[in-house]
């Protein structure tokens, strides 16, 4: 993984966690699709274990409860 590829999975896993953490404070419930993209962000070991199309859903979540 070079450098870039790191410094974008770090921010994806940096934003993942801030979107947990404000949802869980708000206690918001996240539905079935979320919980399952959320995990596949959670399980992967760098930028090339995610999809585009999970990269994609990460956005739309991220946009829906405002996570920036």
Do not use: P
Not at 5 to 11: A, D, G, L, Y
Not at 33 to 50: C, K, Q, Y
Not at 52 to 63: P, T
């Amino acid at each position: 993984m070079n450098r870039e590829e790191k410094k974008e999975f770090e921010r994806l896993k940096r934003r993942t966690t801030k979107l947990i953490n404000k949802c869980d404070a708000k206690g918001i419930d996240f539905t079935d699709l979320e919980v399952a993209t959320i995990s596949r962000v959670g399980h992967a070991e760098s930028i090339s274990d995610v999809s585009w199309l999970v990269i994609k859903q990460m956005e739309r979540i991220f946009d829906k409860y405002k996570v920036r």
